[in-house]
């Protein structure tokens, strides 16, 4: 009788108690895993120096829509993309779609990224229809960033055939 | 207060191990049995349920309340309206007990309460009521833009059948211009309807004035007191509300349950909009769902007690947690009036940081955010556009719910999450950074996508 009512004062107890998280919980989230684990674990998250001539920078989407994607990449003499990084204001979605992009472009040609679809994107990280949008702004930036790169190139060799002249 | 071995409710306990219910992924209740598996995984794994600092989207339900509640749900079933037998009195007195419960929490008469099936409705036959009811002589609604979406849509509704709707603006800290409002009512106008405290950013209209506006006017004044009843003294009489709508789920009562307050003197008449036996005096028919409407009426009456207490005690936390937040992180903006509002409700925008993102990030805190994102529609709050804050801002806010059974642990707990969650998300933010720099970012020509 005793541990009877001491095991109902336990439960109405652990029913109305305040209960602690621990931070690595994840149960009866909503989130994909997959775009928890970009924000849990980012990786390339940073800046470059964009007055580099081998930095490329692509600044897409507005604030006033929520989202905004910086995205660079730095490329060798060869071509391959080297370091990619990415800071971006924007949902979870948005961000583990940015974080996925830097990580996909990674040792990539400047042509073989710009072949990267958002559609790619949305269906590794499991995108609702309704999440679709940061796929593509993702894309977007992946493009935006690789155009900025080659007009920078193009300046380049003006001016070493200005120099030459 | 009985103790806890006494109560109906541990004699339950001690019969089926009642636990939390829970619902499996297909959306079913899962059986005692399995609850108890699901229990001892989690309790395993370590994997508890988040702290709820929600309190505006619902209410956890007080225990007094399901103990008042219990005896009508296994015993005493009986239909209110039955005349004839002793099920059906008893749970006329049981109804007519939680009436006067209710009324005496708002200074009303009894015979002044309409049960219903909750603040919506509340709301739809209070609005839709009224305006049909004397559209033979005035057909001009006067309401605000900040309005819970129930009102605002049988508005539209009433636009559509052909009345005029004006929705009023509000001025940055979400209060109503008085003079504004006594412009907009003209002699057409039938009703005014202000809600007493916004539900997203806590702010408290100025009722009392409101409500000698319209009368000096003639005009019927409602009021959607949902957020309001229970935690601020509420008295009709004096504040001159003809209308009010009353949220069980809101003050700690059961869900699927509300009241609808209308005026005797001078008498303020509706039509109905639910037909059936002329229940509730004839304005809304149905079985009143005895079980729920003691659990209504025991709120109220529990809300009546604790209500001095529990301000006292939720001023307390939610100054606690806004010093802190504020304190340690810089570009955080409080959304409407700091003095004219509910403490209880928190609604913070932090700069350079997306509210969904925040609200991912702290997992562990049960919150809601007015992002775009957060909504179906991909459009921000229209409160706080409402209320003119940038765009930029309005993706960025997160409301703090703080309510009768937080404790100041938790709000600690949200408070350094918080904190610390901001700052690694400025840390991945352009905009911050650019802002570091010195950049203007009114100045930027983003890309429209």
Same mark, same amino acid.
């Given at each position: 009788m005793a541990t009877v009512s001491l095991r109902n004062s336990a439960t109405s107890l652990l029913l109305f108690s305040r209960r602690f998280f621990r931070p690595e919980l994840n149960v009866l989230c909503s989130y994909h895993e997959k775009v928890v684990d970009h924000y849990e674990n980012p990786r390339n998250v940073g800046s470059l120096d964009k007055r580099s001539k081998n930095v490329g920078t692509g600044l897409v989407g507005a604030p006033a829509c929520g989202d905004v994607m910086k995205l660079q990449v730095q490329v060798d @003499?060869?071509?391959? #993309?080297v370091v990619a990084k990415f800071k971006t204001f924007g949902c979870g979605s948005a961000i583990a779609s940015s974080s996925l992009a830097t990580e996909w472009v990674k040792g990539k040609s400047v042509d073989e990224a710009l072949k990267i679809k958002n559609s790619d994107i949305a269906k590794e990280l499991c995108l609702p229809p309704v999440k679709l949008h940061c796929s593509m702004l993702a894309e977007d930036a992946i493009k935006a960033a690789l155009s900025d790169y080659r007009l920078k190139q193009e300046d380049k060799k003006e001016e070493r055939v200005k120099a030459t002249n | 207060m009985l103790s806890p071995s006494r109560t109906v409710s541990s004699r339950l306990l001690r019969s089926c191990s009642w636990l939390p219910l829970r619902l499996s992924s297909e959306g079913?209740? #899962?059986?005692? +049995? !399995?609850?108890? +598996? #699901?229990?001892?995984? @989690? $309790?395993?794994?370590?994997? $508890?349920?988040? $702290?709820?600092? %929600?309190? !505006?989207?619902?209410?956890?339900?007080d225990p007094r309340v399901l103990d008042a509640m219990l005896p009508y749900l296994m015993n005493y079933y009986g239909n209110p309206h039955s005349r004839t037998h002793a099920y059906g009195w008893e749970s006329e007195t049981a109804m007519e007990n939680a009436r006067k419960q209710?009324? %005496? +929490?708002?200074?009303?008469?009894?015979?002044?309460i309409i049960f219903t099936s909750g603040a919506t409705e509340s709301n739809n036959l209070a609005l839709k009521g009224v305006a049909r009811f004397y559209k033979s002589r005035k057909r001009h609604i006067v309401t605000t833009q900040t309005e819970h979406k129930c009102v605002l849509d049988s508005c539209r509704v009433l636009e559509a059948e052909g009345f005029n709707v004006t929705y009023l603006p509000v001025q940055k800290n979400g209060l109503l211009d008085l003079e504004l409002l006594e412009a907009s009512i003209c002699p057409d106008t039938s009703l005014v309807s202000v809600?007493?405290?916004?539900?997203? #950013?806590?702010v408290k209209q100025p009722i009392e004035e409101i409500g000698t506006i319209c009368r000096s006017k003639g005009v019927f004044f409602h009021t959607d007191a949902a957020q309001a009843v229970g935690k601020i003294p509420i008295n009709v009489s004096n504040w001159k509300i003809d209308l009010m709508s009353i949220s069980g789920h809101k003050l700690y009562g059961p869900k699927g349950v509300g009241a609808l307050y209308v005026r005797r003197r001078?008498?303020?008449? +509706? @039509?109905q909009l639910q037909s059936g036996g002329g229940q509730e005096r004839g304005l809304r028919s149905g079985t009143v769902p005895t079980p729920l409407v003691v659990g209504l009426g025991a709120a109220c009456s529990?809300? !009546?007690q604790e209500m001095e207490y529990d301000h006292c005690r939720v001023s307390m936390l939610a100054k606690r947690l806004v010093q802190k937040i504020m304190s340690e992180v810089p570009d955080v903006i409080m959304n409407g009036d700091p003095? !004219?509002?509910y403490p209880g409700c928190i609604n913070l925008s932090f700069a350079y940081v997306e509210g969904e993102s925040l609200l991912m990030a702290l997992k562990d805190v049960a919150l809601s955010s007015g992002s775009a994102c957060t909504s179906a529609s991909l459009e921000p709050s229209y409160v706080l556009r409402a209320i003119g804050t940038d765009e930029d801002l309005a993706h960025s806010s997160i409301r703090f719910g703080i309510g009768r059974f937080t404790t100041e642990e938790e709000v600690d707990y949200t408070a350094e999450k918080c904190i610390q969650q901001v700052r690694k998300l400025r840390e991945m933010s352009p905009l911050w950074e650019m802002v570091q720099e010195g950049i203007d970012l009114k100045s930027i020509k983003w890309t429209q996508h």
């Amino acid at each position: 009788m005793a541990t009877v009512s001491l095991r109902n004062s336990a439960t109405s107890l652990l029913l109305f108690s305040r209960r602690f998280f621990r931070p690595e919980l994840n149960v009866l989230c909503s989130y994909h895993e997959k775009v928890v684990d970009h924000y849990e674990n980012p990786r390339n998250v940073g800046s470059l120096d964009k007055r580099s001539k081998n930095v490329g920078t692509g600044l897409v989407g507005a604030p006033a829509c929520g989202d905004v994607m910086k995205l660079q990449v730095q490329v060798d @003499e060869n071509g391959k #993309i080297v370091v990619a990084k990415f800071k971006t204001f924007g949902c979870g979605s948005a961000i583990a779609s940015s974080s996925l992009a830097t990580e996909w472009v990674k040792g990539k040609s400047v042509d073989e990224a710009l072949k990267i679809k958002n559609s790619d994107i949305a269906k590794e990280l499991c995108l609702p229809p309704v999440k679709l949008h940061c796929s593509m702004l993702a894309e977007d930036a992946i493009k935006a960033a690789l155009s900025d790169y080659r007009l920078k190139q193009e300046d380049k060799k003006e001016e070493r055939v200005k120099a030459t002249n | 207060m009985l103790s806890p071995s006494r109560t109906v409710s541990s004699r339950l306990l001690r019969s089926c191990s009642w636990l939390p219910l829970r619902l499996s992924s297909e959306g079913k209740a #899962i059986g005692s +049995l !399995q609850k108890d +598996l #699901i229990k001892k995984h @989690e $309790l395993a794994k370590d994997e $508890l349920r988040p $702290l709820y600092m %929600d309190f !505006q989207a619902t209410t956890p339900m007080d225990p007094r309340v399901l103990d008042a509640m219990l005896p009508y749900l296994m015993n005493y079933y009986g239909n209110p309206h039955s005349r004839t037998h002793a099920y059906g009195w008893e749970s006329e007195t049981a109804m007519e007990n939680a009436r006067k419960q209710v009324a %005496d +929490l708002v200074a009303a008469d009894p015979r002044e309460i309409i049960f219903t099936s909750g603040a919506t409705e509340s709301n739809n036959l209070a609005l839709k009521g009224v305006a049909r009811f004397y559209k033979s002589r005035k057909r001009h609604i006067v309401t605000t833009q900040t309005e819970h979406k129930c009102v605002l849509d049988s508005c539209r509704v009433l636009e559509a059948e052909g009345f005029n709707v004006t929705y009023l603006p509000v001025q940055k800290n979400g209060l109503l211009d008085l003079e504004l409002l006594e412009a907009s009512i003209c002699p057409d106008t039938s009703l005014v309807s202000v809600m007493t405290v916004n539900n997203e #950013i806590g702010v408290k209209q100025p009722i009392e004035e409101i409500g000698t506006i319209c009368r000096s006017k003639g005009v019927f004044f409602h009021t959607d007191a949902a957020q309001a009843v229970g935690k601020i003294p509420i008295n009709v009489s004096n504040w001159k509300i003809d209308l009010m709508s009353i949220s069980g789920h809101k003050l700690y009562g059961p869900k699927g349950v509300g009241a609808l307050y209308v005026r005797r003197r001078p008498r303020v008449r +509706l @039509e109905q909009l639910q037909s059936g036996g002329g229940q509730e005096r004839g304005l809304r028919s149905g079985t009143v769902p005895t079980p729920l409407v003691v659990g209504l009426g025991a709120a109220c009456s529990v809300a !009546q007690q604790e209500m001095e207490y529990d301000h006292c005690r939720v001023s307390m936390l939610a100054k606690r947690l806004v010093q802190k937040i504020m304190s340690e992180v810089p570009d955080v903006i409080m959304n409407g009036d700091p003095e !004219q509002r509910y403490p209880g409700c928190i609604n913070l925008s932090f700069a350079y940081v997306e509210g969904e993102s925040l609200l991912m990030a702290l997992k562990d805190v049960a919150l809601s955010s007015g992002s775009a994102c957060t909504s179906a529609s991909l459009e921000p709050s229209y409160v706080l556009r409402a209320i003119g804050t940038d765009e930029d801002l309005a993706h960025s806010s997160i409301r703090f719910g703080i309510g009768r059974f937080t404790t100041e642990e938790e709000v600690d707990y949200t408070a350094e999450k918080c904190i610390q969650q901001v700052r690694k998300l400025r840390e991945m933010s352009p905009l911050w950074e650019m802002v570091q720099e010195g950049i203007d970012l009114k100045s930027i020509k983003w890309t429209q996508h």
